[in-house]
């Protein structure tokens, strides 16, 4: 079936059963990579994207539903060479190991950040429960998301 | 068929340990092929077979063979450009920066000019593999020795070019300096077009860690920036032309048999090839929705043979040991049998731990392609060499017609030694003639990989009054000898390893038993304290010796306020350690219950692995460790019932999460003055002892088995305290 996806502010066409899920529709048939598969099951937020800013996990979300919707993915969070606060948080901080879950975590993050620019950690906790870090990085996330914080507030008032 | 076989051969311990199969390797570089690869310049060789560091592995070369060979592991290029080659691989454990950090110190060269070339069959050197905490004090001190001989090369050019006298020249900065007149020359402008290539003197002198600029300091890690904008590519990202993705029937139940199998349904939709090749059963489709349709079209039969279940495993484990094999370690000082009735007090006591998963985000997941008769697979291992070697056996292959190549991988902690995923898809991927990329669904992964074993310990104590120990006895079935020893000073002991008949598939996992042996006998040294009503602290200073572990268990004591904490009702702290591969870890932990309901609340975790590499790089895998190791502590099991697991799901298989982890402060105790052990594994090992203490701090209820708390403690304990 024909459709068309609006992803990281482009119009992309592709060719699918209606019923596959975004994250292979993303990672086959797009090339978006970033967003990744870790149980297919919604228990792990590896696979997480933004759909109209909210994140959603992408194994769990059949294609058709996410039609004429704005999509995100890690690809489309940085403005050209300019890191999105988020990544650019991670990266100061190295709140990363393995690196797999990295993606998730950070749309993940980016998605708490529009809603709450001043998350406490047990806010940070509560919405990023579903995201495992197998590595255990779980600490240096947390401090990871209060810098992207301040990142994300220092640009807005910019 | 698919079969593969696992050849043992009489290796150290520690290796066996981490279930290596055959080491065989030939060697067939061609330096031409680097200077083409690379464009001109020096490349730094050393004689294949000449181990440095005692890394490779075997030693099987004639000496025709090293007469002739030149394993390469260094390249500067006429723009300065560092490339190393070296068949480590990066699993998240940030060896990629460390030695590029070795490297960068050693050859005097800025550490961004430093490029790692790592676990590519083709290109890297012959490596055991990424395992056993030995990348840093092996393959770190091969490196270094590489790059202080490239630095001795490129001062002897110099000395040359200029006729000058070799002891006026210093290397800095990527140039050579002459100290007399001033001039300086660049590496790359020395090197410039020239094809040059050198083999390393003897042994030289290493820089020490006092005088390190660059080791030692919190260096970024090495394409960071990769990470973070989804550009990296792992195994499951990598992508052909005209690439097809495979699904593998599997059996109902390990070790099933196939009875019969009809694929015609499969067969007939489009684009879809279909394998069956003995017991294994497959398809690929050129794309994963169709591939995972063919598949479930297929009508199998198996049969499954009768198979030991969870609920009988630790009398089987205990019954199944096989007591005259010839893994059996025994270790004996004095005698324990005269020193039973010496003791003024003994104890008595059994640890279990369960078989866990490793469940690295990333499952196993291979890209494989045929081309001229030649292989190659893209794949996540630990062990890139060893699965080249099961292709080609798999495939009668000559190892030169086999690459595998392992991009930076989503982790494995032990789990990624073998190349399953590996060889299906070079199988599906033969049979199609086409590119096939195969990616384990989580399911597979916890139902076909490896598991960390399970095991029973039993340990019978005896301590004087004073809190002597008079004597040790030591048990341990199946679990594993890593770090079986007691580091405390006991006159009698006796301790064991029974290798079992395991019912599930295990291996390697990140510490190996090294959590199980710290479990049980900290464990137990806090059960001896009690008893004796010392402070768990005093009771191990007073039977410590070495000096390292004791300066551990003092750091973190300090840090976290051992002598200060008091516990109450529901508020326990405890604290467990130990030394294995040079590292010496020791923990202390609060922990909370609640309604029966265990949480950690708050973690120190002392870690000594010698002169420290990359503090920052560090403080991660500690931390990290220690979150994984809870993960074991508290929950993690593996069930299973007649050749099923029955919670292949992380839905049911429960590992820590960001409300499971507590605040984590790590210490370093950076000794300058020891050379720098591995820390990827030991820093696992104090938590699960600590929390077991803790909890018998807060409860009065003594935990023996890991997982402790999978269903919480029952509602009524928190009434009580130790």
């Not at chain 1, 393995?98 to 708490?112: D, R, S």
């Not at chain 2, 290539?197 to 042994?203: E, H, K, L, M, S």
């Not at chain 2, 982790?411 to 990616?439: C, D, N, Q």
């Not at chain 2, 990140?510 to 479990?519: P, Q």
Request: charged share 25%.
């Amino acid at each position: 079936m024909a459709i068309t996806l609006l992803v990281n502010g482009s119009e992309r066409a592709v060719d699918v059963q209606p019923e596959k899920p975004l994250l292979y529709v993303l990672r086959d048939d797009l090339g978006l990579t970033g967003t990744k598969y870790g149980c297919g099951e919604g228990q792990c937020s590896a696979c997480t994207v933004l759909v109209e800013g909210y994140p959603v996990r992408s194994c769990r979300m059949e294609v058709s539903s996410a039609v004429g919707k704005k999509i995100t993915t890690i690809e489309g969070l940085a403005r050209g060479e300019k890191l999105h606060p988020a990544q650019q948080a991670f990266l100061e901080v190295e709140a990363f190991q393995c690196g797999y879950c990295t993606p998730g975590m950070i749309v993940a993050a980016a998605a708490l950040l529009e809603r709450n620019p001043h998350p406490s950690d047990q806010q940070i906790i509560s919405h990023m429960d579903g995201n495992i870090c197998r590595c255990g990085t779980y600490g240096r996330i947390i401090e990871a998301v209060h810098r992207a914080a301040e990142l994300h507030r220092s640009q807005r008032n910019a | 068929m698919l079969e593969r076989t696992v050849d043992l051969e009489k290796l150290d311990p520690e290796v066996r340990q981490h279930e290596v199969s055959r080491l065989r390797h030939a060697f067939d570089l061609d330096r031409r092929n680097f200077f083409k690869l690379l464009g001109g310049g020096l490349l730094v060789g050393v004689a294949a077979g000449r181990v440095i560091a005692q890394e490779s592995g075997g030693s099987a070369h004639h000496e025709h063979e090293i007469s002739k060979s030149l394993d390469s592991w260094l390249h500067i290029d006429e723009n300065g450009r560092v490339t190393v080659f070296t068949g480590k691989v990066e699993v998240g454990q940030n060896v990629r920066t460390s030695l590029a950090q070795q490297v960068a110190e050693e050859l005097r060269v800025p550490l961004a000019s430093v490029h790692m070339l790592m676990g590519d069959t083709e290109l890297t050197p012959y490596d055991m593999g990424t395992f056993g905490s030995r990348t840093t004090p092996h393959m770190g001190t091969q490196l270094r020795t590489v790059a202080v001989s490239a630095r001795t090369v490129l001062i002897e050019m110099a000395a040359k070019r200029w006729s000058a006298d070799e002891s006026n020249l210093q290397a800095q900065d990527g140039k050579i300096r002459d100290a007399k007149s001033g001039r300086t020359i660049t590496y790359g402008e020395l090197v410039g077009g020239q094809k040059l290539a050198t083999v390393i003197p003897d042994d030289p002198d290493l820089t020490p860690a006092k005088e390190w600029k660059i080791v030692g300091t919190s260096a970024p890690k090495k394409d960071g920036r990769d990470f973070v904008t989804g550009a990296h590519k792992y195994s499951t990202d990598v992508s052909l032309p005209r690439m097809l993705h495979g699904k593998i029937v599997r059996p109902n139940a390990f070790h099933a048999k196939l009875i019969s199998c009809d694929t015609s349904q499969a067969e007939k939709i489009p684009g879809v090839s279909v394998v069956r090749d003995g017991d294994f059963v497959g398809v690929s489709a050129p794309d994963v929705m169709t591939a995972d349709r063919a598949a479930e079209s297929i009508r199998v039969q198996w049969d499954a043979p009768s198979q030991i279940s969870d609920s009988e495993l630790f009398d089987h484990l205990r019954k199944a040991s096989k007591q005259d094999d010839d893994d059996r370690d025994q270790f004996v000082v004095g005698s324990v049998q005269q020193a039973r009735g010496r003791a003024a007090k003994t104890l008595k006591a059994t640890y279990t731990v369960a078989y866990i998963a490793h469940t690295p985000l990333e499952p196993r997941a291979a890209v494989a392609e045929w081309k001229d008769g030649k292989l190659t697979v893209w794949t996540g291992t630990q062990r890139p060499f060893a699965v080249r070697d099961e292709l080609a056996q798999t495939f009668h292959l000559s190892e030169n017609d086999v690459r595998v190549i392992v991009p930076d991988t989503g982790s494995a902690y032990g789990g990624k030694h073998t190349g399953e995923a590996a060889v299906e898809a070079a199988r599906l991927a033969k049979a199609a003639g086409k590119p096939v990329k195969l990616i384990w669904s989580r399911e597979e992964e916890f139902t076909w990989a490896y598991f960390r074993p399970a095991g029973v310990i039993d340990v019978a104590s005896g301590v004087n009054a004073d809190g002597t120990l008079v004597f040790w006895e030591y048990d341990n079935y199946n679990s594993g000898p890593s770090a079986m020893r007691t580091p405390y000073e006991v006159p009698n002991q006796r301790i064991e390893f029974h290798p079992a008949d395991t019912p599930l598939r295990q291996g390697s996992y990140r510490s190996l038993a090294a959590a199980a042996n710290h479990f049980a006998r900290e464990s137990h040294m806090d059960e001896l304290a009690h008893e004796l009503k010392m402070d768990p602290l005093e009771l191990r200073m007073k039977n410590l010796k070495n000096e390292r572990l004791r300066g551990v268990f003092q750091a973190a004591a300090e840090k976290f306020g051992w002598d200060k904490v008091k516990n109450t009702p529901g508020r326990g702290f405890g604290m467990g350690g130990g030394v294995e591969k040079g590292g010496y870890v020791a923990a202390c932990a609060e922990v909370r219950v609640q309604h029966g309901a265990v949480k950690v609340v708050r973690a120190v975790e002392a870690f000594d692995c010698g002169a420290v590499v990359n503090p920052q790089g560090l403080k991660n895998q500690i931390s990290g460790a220690l979150v994984q190791g809870l993960g074991g502590a508290l929950f993690e099991a593996i069930r299973f019932e007649n050749g099923r697991i029955l919670n292949p799901h992380l839905a049911q298989y429960r590992v820590p999460r960001f409300s499971d982890a507590p605040e984590v402060e790590v210490v370093l105790v950076d000794r300058k003055d020891q050379p720098s052990a591995g820390a990827g594994e030991i820093p696992l090992t104090g938590i699960a002892p600590a929390v077991a203490n803790a909890i018998f701090s807060a409860t009065g209820v003594r935990v023996r088995s890991m997982p402790m708390v999978p269903a919480g403690l029952p509602q009524t304990v928190s009434n009580k305290t130790a």
